[in-house]
């Protein structure tokens, strides 16, 4: 059993936890994602880790409370616990593989969507404990739905938060934000990353492919049971046939084609259209991922 230490509501049905996991703690990375299930016939649920502390040997997750699981997984408390708290899984964030000295010269700006802000956190702290400032534009519909704002400011270079409806920070959508430090300052960037909804990451790189502007997301939306078996998060990068759970989460944004990984979302969530893509594309397990033969 993984106990819970901490079960703190964030906003409305956003729920963060602090998670006794040592063998996870010790060896995650930001980037990396769990798969966590409540009991024995529990769904399995795949969520990117959002923070963790190696010597408490703690892993920190935040979720939507949207389906049945997420819903149940929400009147968790402390003292409770995960019957599978499995991870790291994935690969890390690209950065963390790199040269420290190049990554010192390079200008990120990362880009969270709402509840997507939890898998940006990781990844800022870990640019401020390496001696990288890194700039943050934060997105959320209102000003109740915003979360880690605290967190945030303190590992980021510039925070900049924009709320859809004004409610705090600036008004508008995080695109905005961007074309107004790029075009409208004239900020230069490197890389951005981008992390939330999938419509966000898609208007995101839409946007910087015109700003000629680097850009990674994480497709970690489209992930069902995360471990190469489902086919769920199958999807095209530059033509190439790729797995989120495996290959991923994170991606070349510009590359990804999300019209089709939405569409495909879309259709996989019934019976029917899971027979219909198997039909298409071959049995995960047999052909239709392009690894296994
Ligand atoms: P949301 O709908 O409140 O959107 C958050 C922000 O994204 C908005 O405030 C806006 O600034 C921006 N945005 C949304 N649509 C946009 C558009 N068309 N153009 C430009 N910007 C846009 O987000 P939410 O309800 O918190 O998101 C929930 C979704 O996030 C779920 O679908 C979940 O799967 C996903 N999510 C993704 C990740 C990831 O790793 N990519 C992690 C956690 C959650
Ligand atoms: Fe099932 Fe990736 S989530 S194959």
Redesign the pocket.
């Known amino acids: 059993m993984y106990r819970i230490l901490k079960a703190e509501k964030l906003a409305e049905k956003?729920v963060l936890m602090d998670v006794e996991a040592p063998r996870v703690a010790k060896a995650c990375q930001p980037g990396e994602f769990v798969i966590v299930k409540m009991d024995e016939k529990g769904e399995r649920i795949p969520l990117?880790i959002c923070d963790f502390d190696r010597k408490a040997g703690t892993v920190t997750i935040?979720f939507?409370a949207?389906g049945a699981s997420t819903q149940k997984m929400a009147t968790l408390k402390a003292g409770d616990g995960f019957l599978d708290f499995v991870g790291p899984l994935g690969q890390p964030s690209e950065f963390v593989k790199e040269n420290l000295e190049e990554l010192k010269g390079r200008k990120y700006l990362f880009v969270a969507?709402?509840?997507?802000t939890?898998?940006v956190y990781p990844q800022v702290k870990w640019m401020r404990e390496h001696g990288i400032e890194a700039d943050v534009v934060v997105?959320?519909?209102t000003k109740g739905?915003l979360i880690l704002e605290e967190e945030m400011k303190a590992v980021a270079g510039n925070l900049y938060i924009?709320?859809?409806d004004g409610s705090y920070g600036r008004k508008?959508?995080?695109?905005e934000v961007i074309r107004e430090l790029v075009a409208g300052q004239g900020k230069h960037y490197d890389v951005c990353v981008a992390?939330?909804?999938?419509?966000?990451?898609?208007?995101?790189c839409l946007l910087t492919k015109e700003l000629n502007l680097p850009t990674i997301?994480?497709?970690?939306?489209i992930m069902v049971d995360g471990t190469g078996m489902c086919g769920a998060c199958r999807l095209s990068v530059g033509g190439q046939v790729k797995f989120a759970c495996v290959d991923g989460?994170e991606f070349d944004g510009h590359l990804v084609d999300f019209d089709q990984a939405m569409k495909r979302q879309q259709i996989y969530k019934t019976e029917e259209g899971r027979a219909l893509l198997r039909m298409q594309e071959g049995d995960t397990h047999h052909g239709g991922c392009g690894n296994c033969g």
């Open positions: 956003i990117t935040v939507q949207v969507g709402g509840v997507g939890a898998p997105g959320a519909k739905l924009t709320t859809d508008g959508m995080v695109t992390i939330g909804p999938m419509i966000m990451m898609k208007f995101v997301v994480s497709m970690n939306p989460p």
